[in-house]
């Protein structure tokens, strides 16, 4: 499919804006029916699991359903080097703001959907080094996942690969995982589980960044240098590395 960008922006926020109500709905859902924090956090993480590999199978085709800056962000740093095809510098501007609306207004509706205040600063403080260092790992281990599978030709392999290393990524790391800025400023604005308080999000978006930067690093020394691209345009979609995808 080639989309138009204004076609792809709007894919974008539709599936940042549906990821973060899956993440925050599924974790009001979950405080509802049980006091048990390992059993909020599995009922969490398995709708975040079944709703990411959803969103990523419908909205891949159209814009890489990407909905996630760190992902846009490091396939435009690919393409760049790469000297052709894929993301702009354009794109990336259309993206960028477009996943930050979608995942506020996600997290805006969920809180609406289950009758909390639709804008409410979260206290959940997640201010600390080791939950840094989780957010490092989890989003190095992210782009490592989906730049490999652009690599080896096997993008088709994101919507269950992806949402299965983020479902594992909620349990191995200590920061449960956010692995995107712009899920992680929705979160944010909503004091329930999944919340975020405003004062640790510029942490866990300064380590989000080191680890994309990180991810590519290891995408280089595991794969090698990517190939030239080639000659003539190429539509986003067309390009695995550019196409596949994101998270929360």
């Known amino acids: 499919m080639n989309a138009s960008l204004r076609q792809r922006a709007l894919a974008e926020a539709v599936g940042s804006a549906a990821l973060?109500?899956?993440?925050?709905?599924?974790?009001?859902q979950a405080t509802e029916l049980t006091r048990d924090v390992g059993v909020q956090l599995l009922a969490n993480s398995l709708a975040t699991v079944f709703g990411l590999g959803v969103l990523i199978a419908l909205l891949g085709?159209?814009?890489?359903?990407?909905?996630?800056?760190?992902?846009?962000?490091?396939?435009?740093?690919?393409?760049?080097?790469?000297?052709?095809?894929?993301?702009?510098?354009?794109?990336?501007?259309?993206?960028?703001?477009?996943?930050?609306?979608?995942?506020?207004?996600?997290?805006?509706?969920?809180?609406?959907?289950?009758?909390?205040?639709?804008?409410?600063?979260?206290?959940?403080?997640?201010?600390?080094g080791h939950l840094w260092l989780g957010e490092l790992v989890a989003t190095a281990g992210l782009v490592l996942l989906i730049f490999g599978l652009g690599r080896?030709?096997?993008?088709?392999f994101a919507p269950v690969a992806v949402a299965s290393y983020i479902g594992a990524a909620y349990w191995f790391t200590s920061s449960t995982s956010f692995a995107n800025p712009a899920v992680t400023v929705g979160r944010a604005l909503t004091d329930t589980f999944?919340?975020?308080?405003?004062?640790?999000?510029?942490p866990f978006i300064a380590a989000q960044l080191i680890g994309a930067a990180l991810g590519l690093a290891l995408v280089t020394a595991v794969f090698g240098r990517a190939a030239p691209a080639r000659t003539g345009p190429v539509p986003v979609q067309g390009d695995p590395e550019a196409a596949f995808p994101t998270i929360p």
């Open 20 to 28: 973060v109500a899956v993440v925050v709905g599924s974790g009001i």
């Open 61 to 128: 085709p159209v814009s890489g359903a990407h909905f996630n800056p760190v992902v846009t962000l490091a396939a435009w740093y690919t393409d760049r080097r790469r000297s052709g095809g894929g993301l702009s510098g354009r794109d990336v501007a259309a993206y960028l703001p477009a996943q930050t609306a979608g995942a506020i207004g996600g997290a805006i509706l969920a809180d609406a959907m289950f009758a909390e205040p639709l804008v409410r600063w979260s206290t959940h403080d997640r201010s600390s």
């Open 152 to 156: 080896t030709a096997r993008a088709h």
């Open 194 to 202: 999944a919340g975020i308080a405003p004062a640790s999000v510029g």
